[in-house]
């Protein structure tokens, strides 16, 4: 005789076999947001640190050829070649006097 078994499966068994895939997949895709989020969240504060870097540099530069700092950040956009996204960032310029460094931070603007 040729007997054949055959098995259902469980309620609770047809269930997980259907939503264990699922939850695998959102799990993954919440790992792979939270990933492309930190590395746009580095990108820009490495963004604010070049600027800062780069405005830096031209206000020394200045001071070594002219004998001064420049008096604003459109002095030296002007008349440099640094480019600052307005629409990203705010720039914090503020000269004490002409023979002393300039305080310059960036901020992000807030979206």
């Known amino acids: 005789m040729n007997s054949r078994r055959v098995f259902k499966k469980s309620l609770i068994a047809s269930l997980l076999s259907g939503i264990l895939p699922l939850l695998f997949t959102l799990a993954v895709m919440a ?4 990933g492309i989020q930190q590395a746009g969240d580095s990108g820009e504060a490495e963004g604010i640190r070049l600027l800062e870097e780069a405005l830096m540099r031209v206000a020394i530069h200045s001071y070594a050829v002219n004998g001064y700092f420049p008096a604003t950040v459109d002095y030296i956009i002007d008349n440099f070649a640094v480019y ?5 960032f705010v720039v914090h310029y503020v000269v004490f006097a002409d023979n002393m460094l300039p305080d310059i931070r960036v901020f992000p603007l807030t979206r």
């Open 84 to 88: 600052v996204d307005r629409t990203r």
């Open 31 to 34: 790992v792979i947001f939270v």
